[in-house]
């Protein structure tokens, strides 16, 4: 359902702070806990050092979601309308790929939610707990209001950055030697960790779902540009701290003691128990709930957003009107990638993770960034945008710097999992 705002107050930006929110939407979305795992163990492993990458990837999500924005605004159309204007290869790409990536996430998804509910009741089952939670989403989303699921998510950044930032302010008595890694450094095998950080930690397919909120939100057109930039910047200064946080905890805590925690969503069980340890089961049970909170915004995100996309995507294959009630939200290509989302993933729970799916969802999901930042990159210098929004000279320098970083994270990332390393 969108919002029944439809003209920007006069009076700027902060005369229309009430209208901000998508990016709050789409920041939450992309840090997930695998997200907060890799940022724990960078900082496990090397410290503050690479505090510098936290930050340069925060700029980085800034401009690429910016470019995002300001194509959907420009030219009233979605993101994989722009996709389309490209060939049909984008289509080709992205079935496969909304199939794969939404079987294995809502699994993966839900599970982070069931860790997380599980440690904060000793005894319950994660399994009931992820299936718990994705039933949760599903009615949440199917629902359909964008308005109530802005302010949940709202909520839950809230929480997130209260309760871990609150936590990385236990830390702050190494503040001067926390400050000497905003001095870029390459520690000896830190430079993977380096593109993780400023190229992975909250990049996925929700970045390109930025448009389809503030579309929800009832922002149409170039006079809500200066609204989407302060929206989308905020919010990722917001997460860029929650992240930045993260590290600074796992320096303080994993590497003095010299812990090393588990990848995946289980690292973060890790440090709850470190911090039980170090300040005691209050701390640790704050903590679960930043956790919680994080888990939860990222499968909700994902449930509204992608599921928009999805639409979009089988309305342009199908030669639909953009405004077709079938590709919107509450209509049956959209509740229909809900359900795909929700039930067929429960298997997993019970069954683990078939190699063959999870080895095509790494290589579809290292392929995306670099698609993301690409298109965007001949999008916002072609005809399709007017002449007064397309990029400038120093726009095309940073996009194509980070495009860049993007292919070379993705080539990593595949050499990983074609490597088993």
């Excluded at 510098?52 to 309308?81: D, N, P, Q």
């Excluded at 049909?88 to 794969?100: G, K, M, N, Q, S």
């Excluded at 089961?281 to 909700?300: P, Q, W």
Aim: hydrophobic letters at 50%.
């Amino acid at each position: 359902m969108t919002s029944p705002i439809s003209e920007p107050k006069s009076g700027g930006v902060l005369a229309n702070w009430r209208s901000f929110g998508p990016g709050i939407v789409a920041a939450a979305t992309g840090v997930g806990a695998a997200d907060l795992v890799a940022t724990l163990i960078a900082g496990q492993k090397f410290g503050y050092a690479l505090l510098w990458a936290c930050v340069l990837g925060t700029a980085m999500k800034i401009i690429l979601v910016e470019g995002v924005g300001r194509y959907s605004l420009a030219t009233g159309h979605t993101m994989f309308h722009g996709w389309r204007s490209l060939g049909r290869w984008t289509a080709i790409y992205f079935a496969p790929y909304l199939v794969i990536w939404g079987f294995v996430y809502g699994a993966a998804g839900t599970a982070g939610v069931g860790l997380a509910m599980s440690a904060l009741f000793p005894g319950t089952s994660v399994t009931f707990w992820a299936i718990t939670s994705g039933i949760l989403t599903f009615i949440l989303a199917w629902a359909g209001r964008y308005g109530f699921i802005e302010k949940l998510m709202s909520l839950m950044v809230a929480v997130m950055f209260f309760t871990v930032v609150g936590i990385a302010t236990l830390s702050l008595r190494h503040l001067p030697e926390i400050l000497t890694g905003l001095l870029p450094t390459l520690p000896s095998g830190s430079f993977v960790y380096v593109m993780s950080l400023a190229g992975g930690v909250g990049g996925t397919v929700t970045l390109a779902a930025y448009g389809y909120w503030f579309r929800e939100k009832g922002w149409h057109g170039p006079k809500w540009m200066n609204i989407m930039r302060m929206d989308n910047t905020m919010a990722y200064v917001l997460t860029g701290l929650f992240v930045i946080s993260m590290l600074i905890i796992g320096g303080d805590l994993l590497q003095t003691a010299n812990i090393a925690v588990q990848k995946g969503d289980r690292g973060l069980l890790d440090l709850a128990a470190v911090l039980k340890d170090r300040y005691g089961s209050t701390i640790s049970t704050v903590y679960l709930i930043g956790f919680l909170a994080a888990a939860f915004s990222s499968i909700l995100g994902v449930w509204n957003g992608v599921s928009l996309m999805f639409a979009d995507f089988v309305g342009h294959v199908r030669h639909l009107p953009e405004d077709h009630p079938s590709t919107t939200v509450g209509g049956k290509y959209f509740r229909g990638y809900l359900v795909w989302l929700t039930f067929p993933p429960m298997i997993m729970h019970f069954l683990g993770k078939p190699t063959a799916l999870v080895l095509a969802y790494g290589v579809m999901g290292a392929l995306f960034m670099p698609f993301l930042a690409l298109t965007l990159l001949f999008l916002l210098n072609s005809h399709h945008v007017p002449a007064n929004w397309r990029n400038g000279w120093l726009s095309n320098l940073l996009l194509g710097i980070i495009a860049v970083m993007f292919v070379a994270l993705g080539i990593n990332e595949l050499y990983g999992i074609v490597t088993g390393s």
